[in-house]
């Protein structure tokens, strides 16, 4: 069945540091990516997708590329922020009739000014 | 265009009773799908609903059940609560299969 593995963390930084969170994934055929953020007492956020391999997903600094070849789905910022502070999930949905996402388990990312 | 609302968003039981959640999606969104969250087991994906009808479902009892109206509007169910069930429930929606789901801001259950 389809599954996502993404480095659980915790992650600590200081504010402008460069934030890598690793993501893979096992899937049937070819998945959409999405990367959702929650912050704390909230729902789930989108913060970016690619739908095909190659695609790069960007939003608010961040930014992860589909890799095919190494079913990945690296999210990167080059300078985080203290406002950056959240659990980061990794997520894919398969193509077909599937209409659910599968999820990693998350990873906390605290920022220190 | 107003997000995805979940009523109630707290809410507080105990085991063996019964709980109804609402979910209003996104206008003109025809898809709701229901997640379930806890720090055990993390996003795991319950039921989703298209045009009234249940498309998937994930591996929970009989005791979790939803439904759609014609408006897209939503409820889940539990009915027999136990401890277990205690968790934030999320829902979400989208245009159609396989775009963007877009998330409400949840229902956390308390089950005592």
């Known amino acids: 069945g389809d599954s996502v593995t993404q480095m659980e963390g915790p992650v600590t930084l200081s504010e402008e540091a460069f934030l890598t969170i690793n993501c893979t ?7 959409s990516l999405f990367w959702y953020v929650q912050y704390p007492g909230e ?17 608010k ?31 894919l949905m398969s193509g077909g009739s599937n209409y659910k996402l599968t999820f990693g388990k998350g990873t906390l990312l605290t920022v220190n000014p | 265009k107003a997000g995805v609302t979940q009523t109630p968003r707290y809410l507080i039981k105990t085991r063996g009773q019964q709980v109804t959640l609402s979910c209003s999606p996104i206008s003109g969104h025809r898809s709701v799908s229901w997640y379930q969250q806890t720090p055990g087991q993390g996003l ?7 045009s009234e009808t249940q498309r998937n479902k994930g591996n929970f009892p009989g005791r979790f059940s939803g439904r759609q109206f014609s408006n897209s509007r939503s409820e889940m169910n539990v009915s027999t609560l136990e401890l277990g069930d205690s968790a934030l429930y999320l829902c979400a929606s989208s245009s159609h299969h396989q775009e963007t789901q877009y998330f409400g ?5 308390l089950v005592l």
């Open chain 1, 25 to 31: 994934y096992t899937a049937t055929g070819y998945p």
């Open chain 1, 43 to 59: 729902g789930l956020q989108l913060l970016l997708k690619a739908t095909k391999a190659d695609d790069k997903g960007s939003n």
């Open chain 1, 61 to 91: 600094g961040f930014e992860a590329t589909y890799r095919k070849e190494t079913t990945s789905f690296h999210l990167e910022k080059g300078s985080v922020q203290v406002s950056d502070s959240a659990v980061y999930f990794c997520a």
């Open chain 2, 44 to 50: 795991q994906f319950l039921f989703e609903y298209f």
């Open chain 2, 105 to 109: 801001p949840g229902t956390r259950l």
